[in-house]
Structures are given as structure tokens and as C-alpha cells.
């Protein structure tokens, strides 16, 4: 480990950040560049990297978390984007960094999470993380009718007024669950309107909303609800549905009556943390667009 560097928060940087983004999407196909062309990525999103010259072989990320549980505000630090180049794997570098972060960050949060799939169920618990168990939540439809002048359009993150749009309520938006949720998160908000879900964004002026949503098979994916105020979401809900939809997943927990919801079963994005903390719920889900 000596011939190799470790280097960290250098988004400024133009050669580390490519390189960086090189190895994203050669790990996981993902691609940084236009999130931070457009001003998103701030300093609340850091990166912790090992380098051979200058190339970045391997990194863990950290971002800066407002969680909100029950009322109560919480400092998290959420570890993600842990990646190899895989000419560099099984030379212990997502340990080390494993280390550092959690020698950097314990004593200035409350809790540090992070989400993972099962080829490495085994590999955070040796650092104190352990499993917990999250639900998914889910509506049946009955009662909800669909809107006949419905005042929805859908967004377009390469329109520069919709992407001003965007950037507002990102910035000014309250936690979508009273239950837990997540404040101060525009920057990673900003990755899932550019990165994950450019083309799945609505606007609905008369809720002062934008939402995240898609539908497919008689199943609505609810993945969030961005606003400046306490929503009414049967409200905002009359405005998305269509007449074959029979069932609502809720990508977070909904501030909703009749929901209902069930342990998952997944082998993707399973949630572990350190210290354990009380979630004030037997069933507990972070909002979807706030993983990094």
C-alpha cells in the first residue's frame, strides 16, 4: 500500500474527477460528468481515493446527511460510490478506506450507513456495521379517482428553465415523510433528476410539486415527491394515476392512510449501519433518492 496514494475532495480537480468518473463507469456505469457540469456537485459529496500515479484505482465516497426521524434531526454520513479498478482488487483498498472514514467521521455524526448487495454482506460487519431490515410500502387502489383537468407536464433536465425548476425545489423542499426523510439533500436530489430518472419528472403546479414516478403493469413506482410544503398526496396521487394502475409502491414511507407495507426480500441496496439507532418504526425505509 505505500506506492500508492490517498487523495480526497478534489471535485476541482479536472484529472483526479476524470479518473474518477472513469473507473464509476467502468464499476457501475455511471457517469458524474454532467452532474457536476451543472453546478450539482457540492461539497457536501465527498471523495476518498486511492491513487497509482494519476489514476484512481479505488474510492469510497462519502455524503453529508440531514436525516429526520419522527421530528428529530440526526447528523448522517452515508458511504457510497466503494469501488476497485479491478486490476487493484484484494489489496485490502476498500478497507483501508473503510478505516479512514469511520476514524474521520465517528465523533462528527450521530450514525454512518451505507447500502450494499450481497457479495459484501460479509465485509461491513467487520467494521461495525450491522443489517437492517427495511420494508417496502405499497397502496392498493380503490378509492383514488384521476383527475380529468389535470395540470401536469412532464420536466426536461436539458431545458434550462425546467432545470431551474428543478435546482429551486431541490434546494427548498421539506423531507417527503414525516417518518423518516432527509433535508438539505439538493445535490444528491440533483444526481437522481440528471442521472437516474431524466425522463421520469413531473411537475404539478396546482400541488406545487414535482414528481418522480413510473408506471408499468398495473404498478405505479412512486419514487418521490418534491415540494415546499406538507403535500397532499391523495391529492397529488389524482393527478398521476391512470385507470389501469392497481397498486402504488411507495419508494419511501408515505404520510398516508390505508398504506400497507411488507419486509423486502433483496439482495441490492440493503441498508447497514453503525452505531444502530432507533428509527421510531418497526419498518423503517430511507427515501430511494437519497442513496449515493
Known amino acids: 500500500m505505500t506506492d500508492y496514494q490517498l487523495i480526497y475532495d478534489y471535485?476541482?480537480?479536472?484529472?483526479?474527477?476524470?479518473?474518477?468518473?472513469?473507473?464509476?463507469?467502468?464499476?457501475?456505469?455511471?457517469?458524474?460528468?454532467?452532474?457536476?457540469?451543472?453546478?450539482?456537485?457540492n461539497d457536501k459529496y465527498i471523495c476518498y481515493s486511492y491513487?497509482?500515479?494519476?489514476?484512481?484505482?479505488?474510492?469510497?465516497?462519502?455524503?453529508?446527511?440531514?436525516?429526520?426521524?419522527?421530528?428529530?434531526?440526526?447528523?448522517?454520513i452515508q458511504v457510497g460510490t466503494v469501488m476497485t479498478h479491478p486490476d487493484y482488487r484484494?489489496?485490502?483498498f476498500a478497507g483501508k478506506l473503510m478505516d479512514y472514514i469511520i476514524d474521520k467521521y465517528e465523533g462528527?455524526?450521530?450514525?454512518?450507513?451505507?447500502?450494499?448487495n450481497d457479495k459484501v454482506f460479509d465485509f461491513y460487519p467487520k467494521f461495525g456495521f450491522a443489517r437492517v431490515q427495511e420494508s417496502s410500502y405499497f397502496l392498493n387502489i380503490d378509492e383514488i379517482k384521476k383527475k380529468s383537468n389535470?395540470?401536469?407536464?412532464?420536466?426536461?433536465?436539458?431545458?434550462?428553465?425546467?432545470?431551474?425548476?428543478?435546482?429551486?425545489?431541490?434546494?427548498?423542499?421539506?423531507p417527503v415523510s414525516s417518518v423518516l426523510g432527509v433535508k438539505d439533500n439538493e445535490s444528491l436530489l440533483m444526481f437522481y433528476f440528471l442521472i437516474a430518472f431524466p425522463s421520469s419528472i413531473y411537475f404539478i403546479e396546482e400541488e406545487d410539486s414535482i414528481v418522480i414516478f413510473e408506471?408499468?403493469?398495473?404498478?405505479?413506482?412512486?419514487?418521490?415527491?418534491?415540494?415546499?410544503?406538507?403535500?397532499?398526496?391523495e391529492k397529488v396521487l389524482s393527478n398521476i394515476i391512470s385507470s389501469d394502475i392497481k397498486?402504488?409502491?411507495?419508494?419511501?414511507?408515505?404520510?398516508?392512510?390505508?398504506?400497507?407495507?411488507?419486509?423486502?426480500?433483496?439482495?441490492?441496496?440493503?441498508?447497514?449501519?453503525?452505531?444502530?439507532?432507533n428509527f421510531g418504526t418497526k419498518r423503517p425505509l430511507f427515501p430511494l433518492t437519497s442513496h449515493s
Open 11 to 41: 471535485k476541482d480537480n479536472r484529472k483526479y474527477r476524470e479518473s474518477f468518473n472513469e473507473l464509476a463507469k467502468l464499476v457501475f456505469r455511471l457517469d458524474f460528468s454532467q452532474w457536476y457540469d451543472k453546478g450539482c456537485w
Open 51 to 76: 491513487i497509482d500515479g494519476e489514476k484512481v484505482i479505488a474510492n469510497a465516497s462519502i455524503t453529508k446527511m440531514n436525516v429526520v426521524i419522527n421530528g428529530v434531526e440526526y447528523k448522517g
Open 90 to 92: 484484494h489489496k485490502g
Open 108 to 116: 462528527y455524526s450521530d450514525f454512518i450507513y451505507l447500502f450494499a
Open 150 to 174: 389535470k395540470t401536469i407536464r412532464k420536466l426536461d433536465t436539458e431545458n434550462s428553465k425546467d432545470l431551474s425548476l428543478m435546482k429551486l425545489y431541490a434546494k427548498e423542499r421539506i
Open 215 to 233: 408506471a408499468e403493469d398495473g404498478e405505479l413506482h412512486l419514487y418521490d415527491v418534491i415540494s415546499r410544503r406538507k403535500v397532499d398526496l
Open 247 to 277: 397498486r402504488i409502491i411507495f419508494h419511501y414511507i408515505p404520510d398516508c392512510k390505508n398504506v400497507e407495507s411488507e419486509e423486502i426480500e433483496a439482495e441490492d441496496d440493503v441498508l447497514f449501519i453503525r452505531p444502530m439507532i
